[in-house]
């Protein structure tokens, strides 16, 4: 029988410290959301210096339902602060976490509830992302996932850029976090994770993932962007992390069960649906296209962008978008390797130019023939220029004259 949307209690969670001009900014981005019932919103605040923040949220007018504000007695700090967000479920089914950095599509609140409606039974999916992708921000190269015909796919990853927590599946998440809060540093997570700070709660959301074998439903199309104000993680703005928001309603969406679904990701945005076209056993296949993983995590079998001294079984080109399809449509070539482990050998050659080429051909091609050689190096001079004023506060020319 097919679960009523209206079923499941949402609320919405704005998460806010000290930056007015963020909170402002999301909660406008919420007004002008569309909304078909009516909605209840906490604005959860941290401690600090300053009672501004407590006193806008307080007189602030949600137009959609409900409002309550929190206001911490002392500073809990990001991590912390983020995981006692889990006591509303004591009054909720679902919450739409947003930190005050993110910027919602109008869409998103029929996005949560289709995705509440369809994953909430499912222990294997432990999230809901609003935030769809383009860029891998384990290593910052881009990403393109392999389209299929539904609205979302999945990914052992936990979102923070606008996220939904259910109830079931955050009480199970929280129980193992209880014996996993200290610090860490496991070969088979990505390394970049293992280097977080300690301020960092998602590190522990994903961790939990990874080991659980647990799932985030990803969509498509973004229902949130990240604008990476400065704060506890981010010291300046930065765009790179921006992702198209839809900006019309939508009122049907296509979600497949994680059954379903041929398209997923692991926790290094690594392709878990490749062994078919590769003819050998998935448990077998180690995918590594963007080389971040280590050889503990090695099978017989490794798919790679890098050079390794094993028997090459097959080889492929980089060529095609997304970097699957190239074994998808088994274009072959130099680029990719599919390695047998048990087998010494010399390895090949990589062409780095061709890789660099591959991950940045349209942003190169751009810069050479519209900017020259002289203008690319006066903007690398001002970049580098832009990063020293940024970091160490030191007073340079922005341009060369």
């Given amino acids: 029988m097919e679960k009523q949307i209206q079923s499941i209690k949402t609320a919405i969670v704005a998460v806010t410290y000290n930056r007015m001009d963020s909170l402002q900014r999301l909660l406008t981005s919420l007004e002008q959301a569309h909304y078909t019932e009516e909605v ?106 392999a389209k299929s015909e539904y609205d979302v796919y999945f990914m052992h990853y936990a979102a923070s850029w606008g996220e939904v927590w259910m109830k079931r599946q955050w009480c199970a998440f929280y129980e193992w976090y209880q014996s996993h809060s200290e610090e860490f540093y496991l070969d088979y997570l990505p390394s970049s994770i293992n280097q977080w700070p300690r301020t960092s709660w998602l590190k522990y959301h994903i961790r939990y993932c990874i080991e659980n074998q647990k799932y985030f439903v990803y969509p498509y199309a973004s229902y949130s962007t990240n604008n990476s104000d400065p704060g506890v993680h981010y010291h300046y703005s930065d765009t790179l992390f921006q992702s198209v928001l839809q900006i019309t309603p939508q009122f049907e969406f296509r979600l497949p069960s994680l059954d379903e679904s041929i398209v997923r990701y692991d926790g290094f945005f690594e392709p878990k649906f490749l062994a078919a076209y590769l003819s050998v056993d998935d448990k077998e296949l180690c995918v590594d296209l963007y080389g971040m993983k280590h050889p503990c995590l090695y099978h017989r079998y490794l798919l790679s962008t890098q050079s390794h001294p094993y028997r090459v079984v097959r080889s492929f080109a980089l060529e095609l978008r997304p970097i699957e399809m190239n074994i998808i449509q088994d274009r072959q070539g130099q680029g990719i390797w599919l390695y047998d482990t048990r087998e010494s050998a010399i390895a090949p050659k990589v062409d780095a130019y061709q890789r660099y080429y591959y991950l940045y051909g349209k942003a190169f091609y751009h810069a050479i023939f519209m900017l020259g050689g002289w203008g690319i190096f006066k903007l690398l001079v001002d970049l580098v220029a832009y990063k020293l004023n940024k970091v160490f506060h030191w007073h340079l020319p922005c341009h060369l004259n």
């Fill in 40 to 145: 209840f919103l906490i604005i959860s605040i941290d401690k600090s210096d300053s009672d501004e923040i407590a006193c806008f949220a307080n007189q602030y007018c949600w137009p959609y339902g409900e409002k309550i504000v929190v206001v911490q007695s002392r500073n809990l700090g990001l991590r912390n602060h983020m995981l006692s967000l889990g006591q509303h479920f004591s009054n909720f089914d679902a919450l739409i976490v947003l930190e005050d950095d993110i910027t919602v599509s109008p869409a998103f609140y029929d996005y949560v509830k289709a995705c509440t409606s369809q994953y909430s039974d499912d222990d294997r999916v432990a999230g809901i992302s609003l935030y769809g992708h383009t860029v891998c921000n384990l290593n910052g190269l881009p990403f393109i996932p």
